[in-house]
């Protein structure tokens, strides 16, 4: 295919392909970014970076990760996969799909322009006020901020009506709601997410720019405006979004275990059940990120509470993988390999952020490097394994080909040596009181060595990355080929070519239960449990 026909393309497949080498990339410029921080902290009052490049590079890290990978990798996952998985031929509105990822594409551009255009912006990816307000900030680089997650916001709010009307109008014959494939459901619960929490932010963003550019004074205390204001319509917006980053990420979990368990998903109700019920309950728990702001105490004993409370649908989901694995045919493929770390390491995040509930602890440890160490051990140890499990499964039907397994193992251990060594350390910095969002800090005992062995496991996880993308360019040229199916799965996509034709199937399989290929491989034993046999 050429490049205009690339470029002009509405094949959900070829844009959910670009939504994931778009996010590469920023993923490299994001690590690029970790790597300078990193050095500037590597030691006691280092001068690698000045205060103000520092701020910057620290805002662009944080807000390129989320909003430039984290979530168009999901999504483009997510528009690949569902109509696959579901046996349609495309996404319900394809033009829109198009639209959705290049206002990706525009709102990366316009926030790296800043750099160009009189500095970036340097206020955190949380952009506090009075931070990011014209007094603190005068060179326009939160301008660029806001506008470009304006685009950002436009296009993930496109994309999350375009998977909603897939999903309830393109199913197959015979897939009902309660045949789903888990990563499905996942991401059709995300898509309601996104819809209710994104017009937050939007309309944060909508208020900060006119303080910005017309003296609104939203948000500007002196004039009658609320700082706090900003951090409630932020929140309202940012603790959701730790769902949306990681629900889809749970669905890839959810099809990647019992595959190389060769069990069915444990407790299948159990696990969409808890999916609703997370959904619900983070739109509850915003003042989790706020309780060192002086909001009274019944505030804070009932957001207390409900951040406790949505620790449980999650626990749900982590015993149901666990649960699946017992007793199962354990295949430990790098897929396999990367989901069992992804339990492990999600499980540390949870616990750390159930703890940052109690009000005191948080109260102590808010705005140390408590948090940065819980935040990461979420998200990267939560989504990004998942990312990475699902790139080694799904990769195959991608390309048609097999990622190297022996580079697989190798990719694996770096990342997972890499990763702990990175941010376990932060917890003890964080109890030893070393602030966040510091440039720099004195030599005080434990400090230096800390941050270095957290900077050495940076190196380490950067090398990863290469040695991951490394594996893909020689896949994609040498690789073995993989065959419709080398994983022996039950999902309708891998009943389609490897890669999939334009129009996905030739014949779509008969779903009869909520695993269509299994039945398709094994007849008699689908019509008996068909009958009430199982």
């Not at 944060?204 to 910005?212: Q, Y």
Request: aromatic share 16%; with cysteine.
């Amino acid at each position: 295919m050429t490049v205009r026909g690339w470029l002009s393309t509405t094949d959900h497949k070829k844009i959910g392909i670009l939504y994931m080498v778009t996010a590469l990339f920023f993923f490299l410029v994001g690590g690029l970014e970790a790597m300078a921080m990193r050095a500037q902290l590597s030691l006691p009052n280092l001068k690698v970076l000045a205060p103000e490049t520092y701020n910057q590079v620290f805002t662009m890290h944080g807000t390129t990760m989320i909003f430039l990978v984290v979530m168009p990798v999901l999504i483009g996952f997510g528009v690949y996969l569902v109509p696959l998985m579901i046996g349609a031929s495309d996404m319900a509105f394809p033009r829109l799909n198009a639209l959705s990822f290049w206002l990706l594409v525009c709102g990366g551009l316009l926030l790296y322009f800043s750099f160009l255009a009189g500095g970036a912006p340097d206020a955190g990816w949380f952009s506090y006020t009075p931070l990011s307000e014209k007094t603190y900030s005068p060179h326009p680089g939160v301008d660029y901020w806001a506008l470009g997650l304006l685009l950002l916001g436009a296009g993930t709010i496109a994309s999350a009506i375009n998977f909603i009307v897939t999903i309830a109008t393109l199913r197959a014959p015979g897939m009902t709601i309660r045949r789903l494939p888990l990563f499905v459901w996942m991401n059709l619960v995300n898509s309601v997410l996104i819809l209710f929490a994104l017009p937050a932010l939007n309309a944060a963003l909508v208020m900060l720019l006119g303080d910005r550019l017309l003296q609104a004074h939203f948000f500007d205390a002196a004039h009658g405006g609320s700082p706090v204001l900003w951090q409630h319509y932020f929140w309202i917006f940012g603790h959701p979004e730790v769902y949306i980053m990681v629900l889809p990420a749970f669905g890839m979990i959810s099809e990647i275990i019992p595959v190389f368990s060769r069990k069915p998903i444990f407790g299948y109700g159990f696990v969409a059940a808890s999916t609703l019920a997370i959904a619900f309950l983070s739109y509850g728990v915003w003042v989790h990120h706020m309780f060192a702001v002086a909001l009274g105490r019944i505030f804070l004993s009932v957001f207390a509470a409900a951040s406790m409370l949505i620790a449980v649908p999650t626990g749900v989901k982590i015993f149901a993988w666990a649960a699946t694995m017992v007793g199962g045919s354990i295949r430990f493929t790098t897929a396999m390999l990367f989901a069992v770390a992804f339990l492990l390491e999600f499980t540390i995040g949870g616990l750390s952020g159930v703890g940052f509930a109690i009000v005191p602890i948080d109260w102590q440890l808010t705005d140390t490097y408590f948090v940065v160490a819980h935040f990461h051990y979420v998200l990267f140890g939560g989504t990004a394994f998942a990312l990475f499990a699902g790139a080694y499964y799904w990769f195959p039907k991608i390309s048609g080909r097999l990622l190297n397994e022996k580079l697989g193992r190798w990719n694996f251990w770096m990342v997972v040596i890499g990763f702990n060594l990175t941010f376990f350390v932060q917890h003890f910095l964080g109890l030893l009181g070393m602030p966040r969002r510091v440039y720099t800090y004195p030599d005080l005992p434990w400090w230096g060595l800390l941050n270095l062995i957290s900077t050495f496991g940076a190196v380490i996880l950067g090398l990863a990355a290469l040695v991951f993308c490394v594996n893909i360019f020689a896949s994609l040229a040498f690789g073995a080929r993989a065959g419709n199916d080398p994983w022996d799965a039950w999902t309708l996509e891998w009943a389609a070519a490897s890669p999939p034709p334009a129009d996905n199937f030739e014949r779509v399989p008969p779903v009869r239960s909520r695993r269509p290929l299994w039945d398709l491989k094994n007849p008699q034993a689908a019509d008996w449990a068909a009958q009430g046999g199982a």
